[in-house]
Structure formats: structure tokens, C-alpha cells
């Protein structure tokens, strides 16, 4: 099992910058992909953004590309980032990172297709 840890979330200005983290400890030589996911109040978990080992790719919702971008620290290989720029009032929710283990799998924004969650974080940008 993968326990993940997300954090860095905070109230922010619109249009300006947060990053968030996910780390990652106990089997994580299991994950294929890490995925962010977002719920505001009354309202689904949505896709925001996912990377891949398996095809070296991001995946990003139509909502957040150009703003948001998603990577992984090569030195901590259990650490993923979502970097996000230009953020607006419509970003507020709690964020959520994922991780998943099926190889070869591309539906990044299928929650289902993930295995672990973590505990969420609050992004808050104030309109």
C-alpha cells in the first residue's frame, strides 16, 4: 500500500501562485501514475492534473492548462508537484493527490482508477 501525504495549500490572491506537494511513502516502486484531484463545496471531485511513468506524460483538465503544471522531483523519486499559476476564485476546493498502479493505464481522469489518496489540502483564492 502507498500512503500519501499532500500539503501546501493556502489562501491565495487571484492570479497569483501556490504549489502543491504529495509525498509518498511504503510501496511506491507500485505506483504507474499520480493524479490531482479537486472538490469544492457541494460540487464532485473533479481531474486536474496526472503524470505517468509508464508513458512519460501529463494529463491536464481543460480548466487548468496553461496554469497548471504537474512534475515529479527526480532526486525524490516519491514526490510529486502541482504548480499553480494564475489561479482564480473558481480553483477554491480541496485538492487531492492520487496514485495508481496499473500498468499501461491512460483514463488519468477516472478516479476509480486510482489505489491511494491522500488526506486533501485547501486552496482558497478569494474572489
Known amino acids: 500500500q502507498v500512503q500519501l501525504v499532500d500539503s501546501g495549500g493556502g489562501l491565495v490572491q487571484a492570479g497569483g501562485s501556490l504549489r502543491l506537494s504529495c509525498a509518498a511513502s511504503?510501496?511506491?516502486?507500485?505506483?504507474?501514475?499520480m493524479g490531482w484531484f479537486r472538490q469544492a463545496p457541494g460540487k464532485e471531485r473533479e481531474f486536474v492534473a496526472a503524470?505517468?511513468?509508464?508513458?512519460?506524460?501529463?494529463?491536464f483538465a481543460d480548466s487548468v492548462k496553461g496554469r497548471f503544471t504537474i512534475s515529479r522531483d527526480d532526486a525524490k523519486m516519491n514526490t510529486v508537484y502541482l504548480q499553480m499559476n494564475s489561479l482564480k476564485p473558481e480553483d477554491t476546493a480541496v485538492y487531492y493527490c492520487?496514485?495508481?498502479?496499473?500498468?499501461?493505464?491512460?483514463?488519468?481522469?477516472?478516479?476509480?482508477?486510482?489505489?491511494?489518496w491522500g488526506q486533501g489540502t485547501q486552496v482558497t483564492v478569494p474572489s
Open positions: 511504503g510501496r511506491t516502486f507500485s505506483s504507474n501514475y
Open positions: 503524470i505517468s511513468w509508464t508513458f512519460g506524460s501529463t494529463e
Open positions: 492520487a496514485a495508481g498502479r496499473r500498468r499501461f493505464y491512460s483514463d488519468y481522469a477516472n478516479s476509480l482508477g486510482y489505489d491511494s
